[in-house]
């Protein structure tokens, strides 16, 4: 509680002119995204090669079905975690999960012995339900309330540049291998520097209470809550019917990549064209975080309409992309596997696949994108996003553990599409009747905030050093 009772966020000092101060949420959500960049962006370049980079999928599923497992409890968990431990141990107990896993597929280049990578996966799912529950609340709860799509935007771009980036290592290093073969020592040793720089950096992140928007607010003061107080709000979470009402899209939001990736990218084209692609898949998701960002924050003035407008693009856009990839799935199957195109070698072919798996890495981000909006308007102190963030990444989690299964068990392809296609169908009317029922407008919640306390001359200079 901060002066007179009442809580920090609602505490106001004199404006503050400099974004680009190290305590402003735009540095601090810059910096979240640096560490993502690093480390999941860096992750889902060497999944997006489909296998892990390897030729046989069978070490990457069983490693992704044990990371999803775990994060799909430790992705629920990490909300209360983080309201416990704070930001820095936190996010660098997380980021350090993911060099082990780089480099539990280092380790199957040579051995060819699959537990070394399915035990890094389970501890890699420890650490991302860490990371990713801190992101949450980080990238939710320290912009303003009437920017966070503008943020939402920023972070999704910055951390989707590491899958650009990441794309680039197999396709650099791997350049002259067209042939179907795993990719070399070096590609997962590039990817092991990033990841650990990731880890170092994760130790730059201000906790809330150091937080200082440019109105002057601060965001929420954490209280190191105890485990406790966490594990009752956290089973509350399952009776919270804003929470049932995203499970849908939650358990949709990452069960599409199993199907993408081994089953577009990887059936379709070559090694190197793999890694090309996945340029390609993820500078789609900077362009689409930044299109529904802009239309969450400005397209009308109303934020409920704002909401309702972005849930009806993404529906329509969504579904033409995923009609798309229908049409291109009827003229393969696993038992009928077409020849791998190569991006210099294959001619016009290769350009219609190439579109519809940019227009999936497109998809993908104002998809979730647009979640985290309606997530990051359902509150705004970072105790509340941290769980609520939390709860749709180890429900998101929980969907992507039997994805990697139904894959390894060589479902048909044609009825993974239509299963991922419903799923996100179904998810959009829920998330209207959402917005509808919990968002309000930013002018009815100034309403029924506190009145400002403001800060004496003493105060306002402690908290501008």
């Known amino acids: 509680m901060g002066i007179d009772g009442k ?14 101060r190290y305590n402003s949420p735009l540095v601090q959500v810059t910096l979240i995204g640096v560490v993502c960049f690093c480390c999941p962006g860096m992750f889902n370049a060497l999944s997006g090669m489909g296998g892990g980079g390897q030729v046989d999928h069978t070490v990457a599923n069983n490693a992704n079905t044990a990371l999803y497992t775990t994060f799909a409890i430790f992705g629920i968990l990490g909300g209360g975690i983080y309201n416990v431990l704070g930001p820095h141990l936190t996010l660098a107990a997380g980021c350090s999960t993911y060099v082990l896993y780089a480099g539990s597929f280092l380790y199957y280049n040579h051995h060819k012995h699959q537990a070394f990578a399915v035990v890094a996966g389970a501890l890699l799912g ?19 309330p009437n920017r966070k799509g503008t943020y939402i935007a920023l972070f999704w771009s910055i951390f989707n540049m590491g899958g650009v980036i990441g794309g680039l290592i197999p396709f650099i290093l791997n350049y002259h ?41 601060r965001c929420t003061n954490i209280k190191y809550s105890s485990a ?12 919270n019917w804003k929470m049932l009402l995203i499970v849908p899209a ?16 990887a059936l379709l084209f070559n090694l190197r064209t793999r890694g090309l692609n996945n340029v390609f898949y993820w500078g789609a998701q900077m362009l689409g975080s930044v299109a529904i960002g802009y239309i969450m924050d400005f397209s009308f003035k109303s934020r409920r309409m704002r909401g309702f407008v972005g849930i009806a693009v993404v529906t329509v856009i969504g579904t033409g992309i995923w009609g798309g990839g229908l049409a291109k799935q009827l003229t393969y199957s696993l038992s009928d596997l077409p020849q791998p195109l190569d991006f210099k070698d294959s001619g016009k072919t290769f350009a219609g696949p190439f579109v519809l798996y940019f227009s999936y890495g497109l998809l993908d981000a104002m998809f979730q994108s647009m979640v985290y909006w309606v997530i990051g308007a359902l509150a705004d102190d970072s105790e509340t996003l941290s769980r609520y963030s939390g709860f749709y990444k180890g429900i998101q989690s929980a969907g992507a553990a039997v994805a990697w299964q139904v894959d390894t068990h060589k479902v048909r392809l044609l009825s993974q599409l239509i299963v991922n296609w419903s799923l996100m169908t179904v998810s959009y009317p ?36």
């Open 7 to 20: 809580d920090e966020e609602s505490v106001t000092q004199l404006p503050v002119k400099s974004r680009l």
């Open 126 to 144: 420890m650490g991302a339900g860490l990371l990713w529950a801190a992101e949450g609340a980080i990238m939710t709860s320290y912009p303003p």
């Open 177 to 217: 291998r067209s042939e179907a073969v795993s990719v070399n020592d070096a590609t997962y040793i590039g990817f092991m520097c990033f990841m650990t720089v990731g880890t170092l950096l994760s130790l730059a992140i201000l906790p809330p209470i150091k937080v200082i928007r440019e109105d002057g607010t």
């Open 228 to 239: 406790f107080t966490e594990v009752r709000e956290i089973i509350k979470l399952f009776l």
């Open 250 to 265: 939650a358990w949709a939001s990452n069960f599409f990549y199993t199907y993408q990736f081994n089953n577009v990218n």
């Open 430 to 465: 829920l998330l209207m009747l959402l917005v509808m029922l919990a968002v309000k407008d930013e002018n009815k919640t100034k309403e029924e905030t506190p009145k400002d306390v403001s800060l004496s001359p003493t105060d306002e200079t402690s908290i501008a050093k």
